[in-house]
C-alpha cells in the first residue's frame, strides 16, 4: 500500500516536499507518478520516473518548480515556489510492469494508488 506524506499549509512561494512509500517493501520495481486534484477539478499528472530513475519527467506548466527523485524506497515530490494555484490532494502512484527506462504519464498505466496528502498554499 502506497503512502504519500510532506503536504501542509504553506504561504505562497514556499517549497514542500512529498514523500511516498510502500508499507514493507521497496520501489526499485515499480514506476512511479505523481498526480494532483485541486477542489472541483479533475486529477491532473504532475510528475513521474521510471523504475531505472534516470527519466524524471515533469509537467511542462510544472517544470523549473516540481522535481521528482526516487531512492530505493521512497519517491518525492521536491516544490518550490509554491502558487495557490497548487492547492490539491496529491497522489502518488505506481506500476511494476513498466519497462526500465519508461515515463508514465496516464492515469490508467497506473494499478497502484496513495491515499492522497493535502497541500494547501495561501496567498
Known amino acids: 500500500q502506497l503512502q504519500a506524506s510532506g503536504g501542509g499549509l504553506v504561504q505562497a512561494g514556499a517549497s514542500l516536499r512529498l514523500s511516498c512509500a510502500a508499507s514493507?517493501?521497496?520501489?526499485?520495481?515499480?514506476?512511479m507518478g505523481w498526480f494532483r486534484q485541486a477542489p472541483g477539478k479533475e486529477r491532473e499528472f504532475v510528475a513521474a520516473?521510471?523504475?531505472?530513475?534516470?527519466r524524471p519527467y515533469t509537467t511542462n506548466s510544472m517544470k523549473g518548480r516540481f522535481t521528482i527523485s526516487r531512492d530505493r524506497n521512497t519517491v518525492y515530490l521536491q516544490m518550490t515556489g509554491l502558487k495557490p494555484e497548487d492547492t490539491a490532494a496529491y497522489y502518488c502512484?505506481?506500476?511494476?510492469?513498466?519497462?526500465?527506462?519508461?515515463?508514465?504519464?496516464?492515469?490508467?498505466?497506473?494499478?497502484?494508488w496513495g491515499q492522497g496528502t493535502l497541500v494547501t498554499v495561501s496567498s
Open positions: 502512484a505506481a506500476d511494476g510492469g513498466a519497462g526500465w527506462d519508461k515515463v508514465l504519464t496516464k492515469e490508467p498505466s497506473y494499478a497502484y
Open positions: 514493507g517493501r521497496t520501489l526499485v520495481d515499480y514506476a
Open positions: 520516473i521510471s523504475r531505472s530513475g534516470r
